[in-house]
Protein backbone atom coordinates (compact mmCIF):
# COMPACT_ATOMS: atom_id res chain seq x y z
CA UNK A 1 0.00 0.00 0.00
CA UNK A 2 2.55 2.74 1.09
CA UNK A 3 4.59 1.36 -1.64
CA UNK A 4 1.98 2.22 -3.77
CA UNK A 5 1.43 5.47 -2.46
CA UNK A 6 5.14 6.62 -2.73
CA UNK A 7 5.52 5.32 -6.45
CA UNK A 8 2.35 7.45 -7.48
CA UNK A 9 3.05 10.48 -5.43
CA UNK A 10 5.85 11.96 -7.55
CA UNK A 11 4.12 10.93 -10.60
CA UNK A 12 1.32 13.46 -9.44
CA UNK A 13 3.46 16.18 -8.76
CA UNK A 14 5.20 16.20 -12.25
CA UNK A 15 1.41 15.92 -13.31
CA UNK A 16 0.53 19.77 -14.11
CA UNK A 17 3.59 20.23 -16.03
CA UNK A 18 3.25 17.48 -18.50
CA UNK A 19 -0.30 18.56 -18.92
CA UNK A 20 0.17 21.90 -20.37
CA UNK A 21 2.35 23.42 -23.39
CA UNK A 22 4.73 25.52 -21.90
CA UNK A 23 6.36 28.32 -25.15
CA UNK A 24 8.61 30.61 -23.74
CA UNK A 25 10.82 28.03 -22.09
CA UNK A 26 13.53 29.57 -24.23
CA UNK A 27 12.95 33.12 -27.26
CA UNK A 28 14.82 33.84 -29.79
CA UNK A 29 15.11 35.06 -33.42
CA UNK A 30 14.85 32.70 -36.48
CA UNK A 31 18.07 33.55 -38.21
CA UNK A 32 17.89 30.81 -41.16
CA UNK A 33 16.11 27.81 -41.54
CA UNK A 34 18.18 24.23 -42.59
CA UNK A 35 15.18 21.83 -43.55
CA UNK A 36 11.63 21.25 -42.69
CA UNK A 37 12.61 20.54 -39.06
CA UNK A 38 15.69 22.28 -38.28
CA UNK A 39 16.68 25.89 -38.14
CA UNK A 40 19.01 28.16 -36.23
CA UNK A 41 17.94 30.70 -33.99
CA UNK A 42 19.72 33.50 -31.82
CA UNK A 43 17.99 33.46 -28.57
CA UNK A 44 17.36 36.20 -26.21
CA UNK A 45 20.48 35.37 -24.57
CA UNK A 46 22.92 36.41 -27.22
CA UNK A 47 23.75 32.80 -27.56
CA UNK A 48 22.92 30.94 -31.07
CA UNK A 49 21.50 27.65 -31.03
CA UNK A 50 20.63 25.00 -33.63
CA UNK A 51 16.85 23.84 -32.90
CA UNK A 52 15.47 20.71 -33.66
CA UNK A 53 11.67 20.74 -33.94
CA UNK A 54 9.94 17.92 -31.51
CA UNK A 55 8.83 14.68 -32.80
CA UNK A 56 8.78 15.37 -36.48
CA UNK A 57 10.37 14.41 -39.33
CA UNK A 58 10.86 16.53 -42.57
CA UNK A 59 12.36 15.78 -45.68
CA UNK A 60 15.89 16.75 -45.28
CA UNK A 61 18.19 18.21 -48.27
CA UNK A 62 18.05 16.07 -51.92
CA UNK A 63 14.65 14.18 -50.43
CA UNK A 64 11.36 14.59 -52.24
CA UNK A 65 9.54 17.35 -50.52
CA UNK A 66 12.89 18.86 -49.27
CA UNK A 67 12.40 22.73 -50.71
CA UNK A 68 8.82 22.63 -50.00
CA UNK A 69 8.90 21.66 -46.55
CA UNK A 70 11.83 24.40 -46.30
CA UNK A 71 10.24 27.01 -47.88
CA UNK A 72 6.86 26.40 -45.75
CA UNK A 73 9.05 26.79 -42.74
CA UNK A 74 10.42 29.97 -43.99
CA UNK A 75 7.36 31.41 -44.60
CA UNK A 76 6.19 30.64 -41.04
CA UNK A 77 9.41 31.57 -38.86
CA UNK A 78 12.35 33.06 -40.80
CA UNK A 79 13.09 36.23 -38.83
CA UNK A 80 10.30 35.79 -36.42
CA UNK A 81 10.31 35.65 -32.46
CA UNK A 82 9.76 32.12 -31.26
CA UNK A 83 8.80 31.35 -27.93
CA UNK A 84 10.49 27.70 -27.34
CA UNK A 85 8.78 24.95 -25.04
CA UNK A 86 11.84 22.59 -24.82
CA UNK A 87 12.31 18.79 -24.12
CA UNK A 88 12.96 18.92 -20.29
CA UNK A 89 13.77 15.67 -20.61
CA UNK A 90 16.74 15.43 -22.28
CA UNK A 91 17.25 19.32 -23.76
CA UNK A 92 19.37 18.20 -26.81
CA UNK A 93 19.06 15.78 -29.79
CA UNK A 94 19.82 12.00 -29.35
CA UNK A 95 18.71 11.71 -25.97
CA UNK A 96 20.62 14.38 -24.60
CA UNK A 97 24.06 13.55 -26.42
CA UNK A 98 23.82 15.59 -29.55
CA UNK A 99 23.79 19.61 -30.56
CA UNK A 100 20.84 20.60 -31.08
CA UNK A 101 17.83 21.41 -28.79
CA UNK A 102 14.96 19.66 -28.85
CA UNK A 103 11.67 22.20 -29.11
CA UNK A 104 8.46 22.81 -30.47
CA UNK A 105 8.58 26.49 -31.47
CA UNK A 106 5.76 28.65 -31.47
CA UNK A 107 5.25 32.07 -32.85
CA UNK A 108 2.69 34.99 -32.48
CA UNK A 109 -0.77 34.26 -33.87
CA UNK A 110 -2.32 36.93 -31.92
CA UNK A 111 -3.30 38.99 -28.84
CA UNK A 112 -3.88 35.56 -27.14
CA UNK A 113 -2.60 32.89 -28.74
CA UNK A 114 0.80 31.22 -30.32
CA UNK A 115 0.47 29.11 -33.48
CA UNK A 116 2.31 25.80 -33.14
CA UNK A 117 4.90 25.53 -35.80
CA UNK A 118 5.11 21.86 -35.80
CA UNK A 119 1.11 21.32 -35.87
CA UNK A 120 0.94 23.94 -38.68
CA UNK A 121 3.73 22.33 -40.66
CA UNK A 122 2.31 18.69 -39.64
CA UNK A 123 -1.61 20.07 -41.14
CA UNK A 124 0.13 21.34 -44.48
CA UNK A 125 1.87 18.08 -45.00
CA UNK A 126 5.14 19.07 -44.96
CA UNK A 127 6.45 16.40 -42.38
CA UNK A 128 5.74 13.92 -40.53
CA UNK A 129 5.14 12.84 -36.74
CA UNK A 130 7.14 10.13 -34.98
CA UNK A 131 6.77 9.92 -31.23
CA UNK A 132 10.42 10.03 -29.95
CA UNK A 133 11.31 9.56 -26.25
CA UNK A 134 11.05 12.87 -24.80
CA UNK A 135 8.47 15.07 -22.76
CA UNK A 136 5.91 15.66 -25.66
CA UNK A 137 3.05 13.93 -27.37
CA UNK A 138 3.05 14.95 -30.72
CA UNK A 139 -0.89 12.75 -31.33
CA UNK A 140 -2.06 15.44 -28.95
CA UNK A 141 -0.40 19.16 -30.18
CA UNK A 142 -3.27 21.78 -30.69
CA UNK A 143 -2.87 24.01 -33.61
CA UNK A 144 -3.17 27.18 -31.22
CA UNK A 145 -2.09 27.42 -27.46
CA UNK A 146 -3.32 30.17 -25.14
CA UNK A 147 -0.42 32.55 -24.29
CA UNK A 148 -0.97 32.82 -20.94
CA UNK A 149 0.46 29.34 -20.32
CA UNK A 150 4.26 30.00 -20.47
CA UNK A 151 4.43 29.98 -16.86
CA UNK A 152 2.49 27.33 -15.08
CA UNK A 153 -0.17 29.42 -13.05
CA UNK A 154 -0.22 29.30 -9.38
CA UNK A 155 -3.52 28.69 -9.12
CA UNK A 156 -4.84 26.35 -11.56
CA UNK A 157 -1.37 24.44 -11.53
CA UNK A 158 -2.07 23.99 -7.67
CA UNK A 159 -5.95 23.09 -8.13
CA UNK A 160 -5.11 20.41 -10.88
CA UNK A 161 -3.06 19.08 -8.27
CA UNK A 162 -5.61 18.79 -5.44
CA UNK A 163 -8.04 17.67 -7.76
CA UNK A 164 -5.88 15.06 -8.36
CA UNK A 165 -4.62 14.30 -5.02
CA UNK A 166 -8.77 14.17 -3.76
CA UNK A 167 -8.97 11.29 -6.15
CA UNK A 168 -6.23 9.58 -5.35
CA UNK A 169 -7.09 9.65 -1.36
CA UNK A 170 -10.67 8.44 -2.49
CA UNK A 171 -9.21 5.54 -4.41
CA UNK A 172 -6.90 4.94 -1.44
CA UNK A 173 -9.65 4.68 0.82
CA UNK A 174 -12.24 2.90 -1.86
CA UNK A 175 -8.76 0.37 -2.10
CA UNK A 176 -8.63 0.02 1.82
CA UNK A 177 -12.12 -0.72 2.27
CA UNK A 178 -12.46 -3.04 -0.55
CA UNK A 179 -9.55 -5.33 0.76
CA UNK A 180 -10.50 -4.74 4.40
CA UNK A 181 -13.69 -6.67 3.18
CA UNK A 182 -11.69 -9.43 1.35
CA UNK A 183 -9.25 -10.32 4.45
CA1 LIG B 1 9.37 21.97 -21.92
CA1 LIG C 1 7.71 12.15 -27.84
Known sequence: MKICFFLIFPL??????????????MN????????????????VNGTRYTIR????NASE????????????????IYAKTVYLDVDDLYIWDNRGTGSRVVAIPYVD????????VNEAM?????????????????????????????VP??????FMFL??????VGAVIFWKRHSGNQD
Open 61 to 76: LGQIGYAEAKAALDSM
Open 163 to 168: VVLALL
Open 109 to 116: YNSTYFLN
Open 153 to 158: EFPSSI
Open 12 to 25: LLVVPNIAFAHPGE
Open 122 to 150: FLGGFLEKKDYPNEFSPYSWRLYEPRDQG
Open 28 to 43: GTVTATVDGDTFHMLA
Open 53 to 56: MADV
